[in-house]
């Protein structure tokens, strides 16, 4: 069995790694996550992943106003002993059921329908992580007054607190992580960079609960929501798709 823990402190709470699900598994997550600004909302969402292989994964998402389908392939890995490098690209569609909004911004939270693709580095070293993301953004449906495309991006670190010394695969794990995730409009310039820190808890290898908070740092649009906190839970269940069969 492969253990999360091997991994824990590049399990990111607002941003994806490049690549990092065990082969054949299979994880639902539940979340929520209150937000505040210039409106106020909330969001459920309701998360499948799987990954067909060590190379390939996918998600399915909905927070019942919305879905959205994620797919990342790893096409890079150097591999040593506690330490990795990864590259994967992605692609991710989100389609909403509402109209276009009014904000120069690009939502990807369920408000809007988006399409999303780019390129993530992940290294591991020892009990440190670091990731970077960069993609590039299409509004589905876009006002005439606001842009329609942008890139976003993050740099992501994580670090594994506890224990100081694995023991067995049951231990619990607490991970900490600091996250910047930023967008810029290519049209009017808009943008903004936002700072996400979090808390992780592993169970059992199996079961992770995270808790963040994010607000501003920089904030040049007019984005509906700039503050949130949020709370998510989720299982992995190891071996879940079966074995092709070769052909004899």
Do not use: C
Not at 32 to 42: F, L
């Amino acid at each position: 069995m492969v253990a999360i823990h091997s991994k824990a402190q590049e399990l990111y709470v607002n941003s994806e790694p490049a690549s990092i699900m065990p082969a054949r598994s299979v994880l639902i997550k539940q979340s929520y996550t209150a937000m505040t600004g210039k409106e106020s909302s909330n969001n459920f969402n309701t998360q499948l992943e799987f990954s067909l292989s060590k190379k390939w994964m996918s998600h399915l998402g909905t927070n019942f106003k919305s879905w959205e389908w994620y797919t990342q392939y790893r096409f890079y890995s150097k591999d040593a002993v506690y330490e990795h490098l990864r590259m994967a690209l992605f692609f991710r569609s989100i389609n909403a059921s509402s109209n276009a909004i009014p904000t120069n911004s690009i939502l990807l939270d369920g408000q809007e329908s988006v399409l999303h693709g780019g390129l993530i580095i992940t290294q591991l070293k020892h009990k440190w992580a670091s990731s970077m993301t960069i993609g590039a953004l299409v509004k589905q449906e876009a006002l005439a007054s606001n842009g329609k495309g942008g890139v976003q991006y993050s740099f992501s670190n994580g670090l594994l607190m506890y224990p100081k010394q694995y023991t067995s695969y049951g231990q619990t794990n607490v991970n900490l992580y600091l996250e910047l995730i930023g967008q810029t409009l290519f049209s009017d310039k808009a943008h903004y960079l936002d700072v996400a820190p979090a808390i992780q808890f592993i169970f059992n290898s199996q079961s992770k609960l995270n808790l963040f908070y994010r607000w501003p740092l920089i904030n040049e649009s007019n984005r509906l929501t700039t503050r949130s906190v949020g709370i998510s839970w989720d299982y992995l269940f190891f071996n879940a798709i079966p074995k092709r069969k070769k052909k004899i």
